[in-house]
């Protein structure tokens, strides 16, 4: 049975999910694409519901298979494939590192937080906590992170609780005015702190810096982009391996 109607119960609940109030109160998220909600699945993460267009039934046991008009009104996305679940969010309580670390303090573009937590997966940055940042599981940083939501532990809070669970963790922030980054040294395990484009990192997380490093840039140009700068910061330093 393909439902038609955007009024069905499961369909009103999926379409809500684009909306944070909703994922908070039901502890769920949306993930979009054939390919990501396969990687989803592979990774042991909770999926709830599948929900699909009639060419993607098939691949999906027990699916709510639905129009091309109704899943358009649940998708948060331009072009929609055609295949969507929604998923438990994962325990984002604040505890200290496992390893090396990144602190996104401010950034409220759900593209660039969801670029990170991509490039944080990919280059071993396996802890990311958030202060006063976009929702890490909004639709658009689903998307932009690219699976890497699956694999990293995102913790989201106050300044003041990231800060106390990075007690003894040297923080290593980013800034236009701190010692190259081609010569720093980075200590084995420290947390990379990345402020937002507009402001800059928070007078609390300064304050706490032990390193503060920069990107050499040629005059002609006054900044990077957070996510660019990001991801270059954390290969360049890797630390002991």
């Known amino acids: 049975m393909v439902i038609q109607s955007r009024s069905n119960v499961r369909v ?68 929609p494939q055609g295949v969507l679940a929604s998923v438990k969010l994962p325990d984002m309580g604040i505890v200290p590192p496992r390893g090396r670390c990144v ?33 890490a599981f909004s639709p658009k940083c689903v998307r932009s992170s690219m699976s890497g939501v699956f694999f990293t532990r995102i913790m989201p809070g106050s300044r003041e609780d990231i800060l106390s669970a990075l007690t003894g963790i040297p923080l290593v922030c980013a800034d236009m005015d701190g010692e190259s ?22 007078k609390e997380v300064r304050r706490a810096a032990s390193h503060t490093v920069s990107i050499p840039m040629r005059s002609t140009c006054e900044s990077l982009n957070a996510a660019v700068s990001a991801g270059i910061l954390m290969y360049l330093l890797k630390g002991a391996e």
Do not use: H, W
């Not at 990774?43 to 993607?56: F, K, L, S």
């Not at 969801?114 to 396996?126: D, E, K, L, S």
């Open 181 to 202: 980054a081609y010569t720093f040294e980075a200590p084995e395990k420290f947390c990379l702190c990345i402020g937002s484009e507009g402001s800059g990192l928070s």
């Open 103 to 135: 602190l996104l303090d401010g950034l409220q573009d759900p593209g660039n937080v969801g670029t990170i937590i991509r490039t944080a997966n990919a280059a071993g940055y396996g802890d990311i906590y958030l202060a006063d940042c976009a929702d």
């Open 12 to 79: 009103k609940a999926l379409a809500a999910l684009k909306e944070k109030k909703f994922r908070r109160e039901r502890g769920e998220y949306l993930v979009e694409g054939y390919k990501m909600v396969s990687e989803c699945i592979a990774a042991g993460m909770q999926v709830t519901a599948v929900a699909c267009t009639e060419e993607y039934a098939a691949r999906f046991e027990d699916a709510l298979i639905v129009s091309r008009q109704v899943y358009e009104y649940i998708s948060d996305e331009r072009t």
